[in-house]
């Protein structure tokens, strides 16, 4: 009988712990320190009930489609959590550090750089494709569920939400808002865009409570983790789609004034790692000892 915390729930609730416990350590620091703490035992009593609630996990019942769907909310909430906890417990940002690398590795700021190309046409579409981070993993997992590839499924929604949690690390360890508002000074002309163009940065602006989220790119990490297991699992039609999503996604942290060049990099390299570590903290998180590259 399988057990009825999934790996993914597991996984959520460590990391939702250790946020609590580095939320107690600079408890002197963060006012609100117990609205916080019981939003986060508030988010792992959801898991932890959706997962007692989904009793028949073969059977795709009301309870089973929202505990297989409910990292989508977590993962948000903790983000968004993030927004009161790291102005608190970081008084210093690394911008400066991650403009500097920038301009050591490509010999000129590559926002300023990329005005070359500024279009509104070419911005509305780099905002879609930006805001298409949003539905990549959701997607995939959808895919991959109404396909009934359960452990497919499992795995590869552990991953994407494993790649979250280590940019949410990154967060914490090198806090940085963006190119957006520490290089605005020396852009020289704003980007070109419509009405609905500036509908979606406003939405996002509003929606997103954290804005420490820089380094690094957590929107390149996650697009090709998932890109990877859409490849994994030889779901054709999804790769077509998603290799020049992905693509574009990747072009528009920059264009748009998102991220640093390096931030990219690093989202890169993060899901490499995501890739390469995933398997084995699956197996760990499950109890299990299969096959680690499956």
């Known amino acids: 009988m399988r057990p009825a915390l999934k790996p993914v729930d597991l996984i959520s609730i460590v990391f939702i712990a250790l ?16 609205q916080i703490i019981l939003k986060y035992i508030l988010f792992a009593l959801i898991i932890i009930s959706l997962a007692a609630l989904d009793k028949n996990k073969s059977e795709r019942t009301f309870f089973n489609i929202l505990h297989a769907f409910i990292p989508i909310v977590i993962i948000l909430l903790v983000f968004n959590s993030l927004g ?14 991650l403009i500097e690398m920038d301009h050591a590795l490509f010999g000129a700021h590559p926002t300023v750089w990329m005005e070359r190309f500024n279009n509104g046409l070419l911005t509305g579409l780099l905002q879609l494709a930006y805001i298409s981070y949003y539905f990549m993993p959701i997607v995939l997992g959808t895919v991959l569920f109404l396909r009934k590839k359960r452990d497919e499924f499992d795995r590869a929604v552990f991953s994407i939400v494993l790649c979250f949690y280590l940019s949410y690390i990154g967060y914490l360890l090198v806090p940085a808002v963006g190119p957006r508002f520490t290089l605005n000074h020396i852009q020289t002309m704003d980007l070109q865009a419509g009405p609905f163009t500036l509908w979606i940065r406003s939405t996002l602006d509003g929606l997103e409570q954290n804005k420490t989220d820089a380094f690094p790119s957590g929107h390149t990490a996650v697009a090709l983790v998932s ?18 999503a992905v693509s574009a996604l990747i072009v528009s942290t920059v264009y748009l004034r998102y991220h640093y060049g390096v931030d990219v990099i690093a989202g890169v390299l993060l899901a490499a790692l995501t890739i390469l570590i995933a398997p084995k903290t699956y197996r760990l998180f499950s109890g299990s000892s299969g096959n680690p590259h499956s």
């Open 227 to 244: 890109l990877f297991y859409a490849l994994k699992y030889r779901e054709k039609a999804l790769v077509w789609v998603l290799v020049p």
């Open 19 to 34: 946020l609590a416990i580095i939320t107690l350590v600079f408890l002197s620091l963060v006012s609100t320190w117990l």
């Open 84 to 97: 009161e906890l790291i102005p608190r417990i970081r008084d210093h940002y690394y911008d400066q550090a």
